[in-house]
């Protein structure tokens, strides 16, 4: 817990890390209210399970400081591990954040730790502990913990099922390829990349409604369908012209756009999940994009928008 056990690890001068730590504490306020002992500790509600899972976000690894106010590094970081919650149905109990800090970002935690309070609190997350280490590049590693009744699975998508998609694709590969590039990003490709939205709430309600396999985009939307459809023994067969683009991207890019954190799910139909009505209560668009198939050669289908008109050739032949 960031109080007790950082002392010995970081040097920031006499008094300087304790300002830096009631910084970061006063970003989080009632948040992190039950911060102060060596552990939390934590009720998981009866009947429930306690869902856990950790992520790590690293500075030239996973993103480059020239790209992204710190504020906006901490809630993403934090939103992507969060994500890995709504991928198993859970609710948030709490995160930890396991912070290693290089001497030229210590003027940046407390922007660091408003961006991870932020994304905590859109999420309705307590911030339940952390650590603090000198380390040669920036890095959060962030636990997060959550429970839940009806967890969702990779494995579990049969024969028959529909597949759906929440929101719109591509933007976050569309701004990533645009900051390698050096050129800058359109504003709502950014928006997508700095700012994803773990879709905690929606996937509660997807598996209320039927779905009964789902996954998170972090990898991109083919590389992730294939992780479920190995899990569940089958093959998921989509149709690229089906798939919801943000604006200015074209349907074979938005295929291996990673880092979107929406929802990937499969549903038998007889769910028969209604989009118009997640749209109304989450506004937010759920798209049928495919179907489960017996499992084949291959265990992702790709079908329609063969062609990209825009390069001329064909991107899975
Ligand atoms: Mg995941």
């Avoid at 609710?91 to 030229?104: C, F, I, Q, Y």
């Avoid at 504003?187 to 789902?214: D, I, K, Q, T, Y």
């Avoid at 089958?234 to 991207?249: A, F, G, H, M, Q």
Wanted: negative net charge; glycine residues 10%.
């Amino acid at each position: 817990v960031i109080p007790a056990s950082t002392s010995s690890h970081l040097r920031l001068g006499e008094g300087a890390e304790f300002d830096a730590i009631r910084s970061m504490l006063g970003e989080w306020g009632s948040r992190a209210a039950g911060i102060g002992d060596d552990g939390a500790l934590l009720d998981v509600p009866a009947g429930e399970r306690l869902v856990v899972s950790t992520d790590a976000s690293i500075e030239n690894v996973h993103f480059r400081r020239e790209w992204l106010s710190a504020q906006q590094i901490g809630a993403r970081a934090a939103a992507a591990a969060l994500s890995d919650l709504a991928a198993m149905a859970a609710t948030p109990l709490g995160l930890l954040l396991a912070l290693g800090v290089p001497p030229d970002w210590q003027a940046e935690l407390t922007e660091l730790a408003r961006g991870v309070g932020v994304a905590a609190e859109r999420a309705g997350c307590a911030i339940v502990g952390g650590n603090i280490a000198r380390s040669s590049a920036l890095s959060l590693t962030f636990t997060v913990l959550g429970s839940t009744s009806q967890a969702l699975h990779r494995a579990g998508a049969k024969a028959g099922d529909i597949v759906y998609v929440t929101g719109r694709l591509g933007g976050a590969g569309a701004a990533l390829a645009s900051l390698l590039a050096g050129r800058v990003p359109r504003p709502a490709h950014m928006e997508r990349f700095v700012a994803p939205v773990p879709r905690l709430a929606e996937s509660r309600w997807l598996v209320e409604h039927g779905v009964h396999a789902g996954i998170d985009l972090s990898d991109g939307l083919l590389a992730d369908l294939g992780h479920l459809a190995r899990a569940s023994g089958v093959s998921v067969e989509i149709d690229l012209d089906r798939l919801p683009l943000v604006d200015d991207v074209d349907a074979a890019a938005a295929a291996v756009s990673g880092e979107e954190y929406e929802l990937v799910v499969a549903a038998p139909r007889a769910a028969r999940l209604r989009p118009e009505e997640f749209a109304k209560r989450f506004d937010l668009s759920l798209t049928e994009i495919g179907v489960v198939r017996d499992a084949l050669d291959s265990p992702v289908i790709v079908v329609g928008a063969r062609v990209d008109p825009a390069r001329g050739h064909d991107h899975f032949s």
